[in-house]
């Protein structure tokens, strides 16, 4: 009877966090770089990825997020929700941005 009582166990549920509906973004996004950062616990290192993306409709509006995930696709996701929720309008002139860029 004690084995029929264990079998009847549900399997634990695994949470989603609202990625279940993944829908097509109307903006474009670039994925600047994708890194591995390791946590050292006492059993060991765990291991997770971090995002860089930006998004944008290639006529004023830009975001730029991050986002941290145990997969590397669930990482990009996310910084690509965050991006899109923190876009910004840029002025345009001749399809460019008016300003001198420094990069290093």
Not at 23 to 33: G, I, R, T
């Amino acid at each position: 009877m004690a084995d029929a009582a264990v079998q009847m166990k549900r399997p634990a549920r695994r949470r989603s966090f609202g990625r279940g509906d993944l829908k097509q973004s109307q903006y474009d996004h670039e994925v600047l770089e994708v890194s591995r950062v390791v946590r050292v616990v006492k059993g060991g290192r765990r291991f997770r990825f971090r995002a860089s993306v930006v998004v944008g409709d290639r006529a004023g509006k830009v975001g730029f997020g991050t986002g941290k995930s145990r997969d590397v696709q669930d990482a990009i996701q996310k910084a690509q929700a965050r991006a899109e929720k923190r876009m910004v309008t840029l002025e345009l002139k001749d399809g460019t941005i008016p300003h001198q860029v420094q990069a290093s």
